[in-house]
């Protein structure tokens, strides 16, 4: 058992056949028993990436539709959502001071950052961060973070 915190990037690869689906799909399976992490935007972010998927056609809309509901059941289910706080949007500010970051990401970096702090301090297993963006991810590991990129899976 392990302490995972999904970026947006990792959780869409959780809904489409597409590079790094089936061991995301094995990840976020219940009988593994790991603490799976959320950070508040991806309630967003995720639903966005489902819609430009089927505003360019490579979903119907009544995919679409489908996979939004089961996102946001597995959001209640499967994830535990770590909110946004006035802190955090000032800790992903300072993260954008010293590292090119858009400002989803940033948020994304500071809440698992919190994270990171929380189980430190409640001796909780080691934090993973899992994204599908490189630039991210090579971002995270430079600020201590552990890191995997569900692309490099089948």
């Known amino acids: 058992m392990a302490t995972y915190f999904l ?3 990792a959780v869409v690869k959780r809904y489409f056949p597409e590079q790094g689906h089936r061991w995301i799909v094995a990840l976020c399976d219940a009988a593994q028993g790991h603490e799976l992490y959320i950070a508040q ?4 972010e995720v639903v966005a990436a489902l819609c430009r998927r089927e505003r360019e056609g490579s ?3 009544a995919e679409r539709e489908s996979l939004i ?7 209640k289910e499967s994830y535990n ?5 006035t802190d955090l949007y ?3 500010g300072d993260l954008c001071r010293s590292h090119r ?3 989803y990401d940033a948020v994304q970096l500071a809440c698992t950052l919190a994270l990171r702090e929380y189980t430190l301090a409640n001796q909780v297993s080691e934090l993973i961060f899992v ?16 890191i995997e990129n569900p692309n490099t899976y089948p």
């Open 131 to 146: 994204c599908a963006d490189v630039g991210l991810l090579d971002i995270a590991g430079a600020v201590g973070l552990r």
């Open 90 to 92: 000032t800790s992903a």
């Open 101 to 103: 970051l858009r400002a």
């Open 59 to 61: 979903i119907t809309l």
């Open 7 to 9: 970026d947006s990037s």
């Open 41 to 44: 935007p991806a309630l967003v």
């Open 69 to 75: 509901t089961l996102f946001r059941e597995d959001s």
């Open 81 to 85: 959502i770590w909110p946004v706080t």
